[in-house]
């Protein structure tokens, strides 16, 4: 979705919502009928397909997609809540195409103080993730070390310990702090509630191949290596 497709849809957007008033005086009974039909279409687009499709891109690993589609939720937002949600989302979308610098101030513009259960988990989680990435330096003075990440994603997994994402990112931590076997349990954890999108199991096969090899299990290691390639092509 580029800008002048944004454009579009912001334009619709705002055309449907004025609507009522437009045709309510022009077409009387009718014409407020239709103005109401569009002003629900336009709410559902914006509440329920937008939404849905942004979280749709970012699961097919879109990212850049899914990015575009989280601005555009977070500049149409009607409440603190969902604009903190597009956020932390675009938040991940930078931190997953290396914009690690982005990620960090999307971050730092949210005080973590005002955060209900499920968007701190997300923070903390999108922190951790910056701070794996980017090392202590990179996001900026007193950014975390690998140790402060790891408690920073053992904080993210005591409030959602059932969130994939979550368990990956502590998973990479403890990787990071050279407890192989407690990441492998943690990476192994991570299909117990069913199947995951492609670029995540490619993810966590990377991961299994790295600590495998620490292991000195060079055959396993190139296993998951295979599987990763394989879960990436699909993605």
Same mark, same amino acid.
């Given at each position: 979705? #580029?800008?002048?497709?944004?454009?579009?849809?912001?334009?619709?957007?705002?055309?449907? *919502?004025?609507?009522?008033?437009?045709?309510?005086?022009?077409?009387?009974?009718?014409?407020?009928?239709?103005?109401? /039909?569009?002003?629900?279409?336009?709410?559902?687009?914006?509440?329920?397909?937008?939404?849905?499709?942004?979280? #749709?891109?970012?699961?097919?690993?879109?990212?850049?997609?899914?990015?575009?589609?989280?601005?555009?939720?977070?500049?149409?937002?009607?409440?603190?809540?969902? @604009?903190?949600?597009?956020?932390?989302?675009?938040?991940?979308?930078?931190?997953?195409?290396? @914009?690690?610098?982005?990620?960090?101030?999307?971050?730092?513009?949210?005080?973590?103080? #005002?955060?209900?259960?499920? @968007?701190?988990?997300?923070?903390?989680?999108?922190?951790?993730?910056?701070?794996?990435?980017?090392?202590?330096?990179? *996001?900026?003075?007193?950014?975390?070390?690998?140790?402060?990440?790891?408690?920073?994603?053992?904080?993210?997994?005591?409030?959602?310990?059932?969130?994939?994402?979550?368990?990956?990112?502590?998973?990479?931590?403890?990787?990071?702090?050279?407890?192989?076997?407690?990441?492998?349990?943690?990476?192994? *954890?991570?299909?117990?509630?069913?199947?995951?999108?492609?670029?995540?199991?490619?993810?966590?096969?990377?991961?299994?191949? /790295?600590?495998? @090899?620490?292991?000195?299990?060079?055959?396993?290691?190139?296993?998951?290596?295979?599987?990763?390639?394989?879960?990436?092509?699909?993605?």
């Amino acid at each position: 979705m #580029g800008p002048h497709h944004i454009g579009h849809l912001v334009g619709w957007l705002i055309g449907a *919502a004025g609507a009522p008033l437009v045709l309510g005086a022009l077409g009387g009974e009718r014409g407020a009928w239709i103005g109401a /039909l569009c002003a629900g279409l336009a709410t559902a687009w914006l509440l329920l397909w937008l939404p849905r499709a942004a979280h #749709g891109a970012f699961e097919a690993a879109r990212f850049a997609r899914a990015a575009r589609r989280y601005r555009l939720i977070g500049a149409l937002a009607f409440t603190r809540k969902r @604009e903190r949600a597009a956020a932390l989302s675009r938040a991940a979308c930078s931190i997953a195409t290396g @914009e690690l610098a982005a990620a960090a101030a999307l971050l730092d513009a949210i005080d973590p103080t #005002g955060l209900d259960a499920a @968007e701190r988990v997300v923070w903390l989680n999108n922190r951790a993730c910056v701070a794996l990435e980017a090392g202590p330096d990179a *996001a900026g003075p007193g950014a975390p070390d690998a140790r402060g990440a790891l408690a920073l994603a053992e904080e993210a997994g005591a409030l959602r310990p059932d969130v994939p994402a979550v368990q990956h990112t502590r998973a990479k931590a403890l990787l990071a702090v050279g407890r192989v076997d407690d990441a492998i349990a943690a990476l192994d *954890a991570m299909r117990s509630a069913g199947e995951l999108p492609p670029y995540l199991e490619a993810e966590r096969c990377r991961e299994l191949a /790295l600590a495998w @090899e620490r292991k000195g299990q060079a055959d396993y290691a190139a296993d998951y290596r295979a599987r990763a390639r394989l879960h990436a092509a699909a993605s």
